[in-house]
């Protein structure tokens, strides 16, 4: 997913900072949780749909990814997709999951049929690479935010330190 999946090209994406009404309106909300700091509240394991180690590992990075989480999770994302196949809507779900306070194994087996779905060549139960299934993930993943603003972002151009080489400055018309 490119900085414009996050806002972060025009704009400077930070992560919530309450105003002082939101803080006062938390205080009062009878369900709010405290995080302490033996607080479990993320930490969530994956159950193995067969082979499916390579898909957990980049779901665990996903997850704890501070701005992916603040993302996923402050309901940013407004599908135009009307199905059950948009990834970013199923993400929003499995982030949910994820600081949800549950302490048993998740099982992301929609994750996994999207992923199969979009991204047919890791279909099937064998054992993928980690870093193919994050590269496919990420690139459906930008083409379903596509719809999530009516603006245009110049991404900047990217140094890819593993093989040194420079990716061109995309402009994104979400329009």
Wanted: proline share 3%; net charge positive; hydrophobic share 35%.
């Amino acid at each position: 997913m490119c900085q414009r999946c996050l806002c972060l090209c025009d704009q400077k994406y930070s992560t919530w900072e309450p105003t002082k009404r939101e803080l006062e309106l938390l205080r009062h909300n009878p369900k709010r949780r405290k995080i302490t700091t033996n607080c479990t509240i993320g930490l969530r394991g994956l159950i193995n749909l067969g082979n499916t180690c390579f898909m957990n590992c980049i779901v665990q990075a996903l997850t704890h990814t501070p701005l992916l989480r603040d993302f996923f999770l402050s309901d940013r994302h407004k599908c135009e997709m009307q199905s059950n196949s948009c990834l970013v809507c199923e993400m929003s779900q499995l982030f949910q999951e994820f600081y949800s306070g549950h302490r048993w194994p998740h099982i992301p087996f929609r994750l996994l049929h999207l992923v199969w779905t979009h991204a047919r060549h890791l279909a099937g139960y064998e054992q993928q690479d980690a870093h193919e299934f994050l590269i496919a993930a990420l690139d459906v993943l930008h083409r379903h935010c596509k719809g999530d603003t009516a603006r245009k972002y110049r991404c900047p151009d990217l140094l890819l330190k593993y093989c040194g080489k420079v990716s061109l400055n995309l402009l994104i018309n979400t329009q």
